[in-house]
Nanobody, 124 residues
Framework: QVQLVESGGGLVQPGGSLRLSCAVSGSMFANNNMGWYRQGPGNQRELVAGITSGGLTTYGDSVKGRFTISRDNAKSTVHLQMNSLKPEDTAVYYC??????????????????WGQGTQVTVSS
């Protein structure tokens, strides 16, 4: 089975930095599109950043210029470097893996797997 484990969350002051990590097991990591999502209290889950198997990245508008997503295929790990943190960044951050699979007919499909999340709190 595919498993994802996030780490690196914590409490930081506004303007500070955190680096989140997500370790993936049970899949061919290099084939996965990876992403970070977050959900604050009473809010919907939103995309923070994504990175394709080929290394292309995308970011949510609210984090552009402050956050950077990267991947280390040798270690089956994706990272999220968060700088210039703001109170509105407070949320539970979830790691996502989109894993390609093939059915009995050889048709390609994708399955989503999620970690349990790590809490990020930005407060003075």
């Amino acid at each position: 089975q595919v498993q994802l484990v996030e780490s690196g969350g914590g409490l930081v002051q506004p303007g500070g930095s955190l680096r989140l990590s997500c370790a993936v097991s049970g899949s061919m990591f290099a084939n996965n599109n990876m992403g970070w999502y977050r959900q604050g209290p009473g809010n919907q889950r939103e995309l923070v950043a994504g990175i394709t198997s080929g290394g292309l990245t995308t970011y949510g508008d609210s984090v552009k210029g402050r956050f950077t997503i990267s991947r280390d295929n040798a270690k089956s790990t994706v990272h999220l470097q968060m700088n210039s943190l703001k109170p509105e960044d407070t949320a539970v951050y979830y790691c996502n893996a989109r894993v390609p699979t093939w059915d009995r007919w050889g048709r390609r499909t994708e399955d989503d797997y999620w970690g349990q999340g790590t809490q990020v709190t930005v407060s003075s």
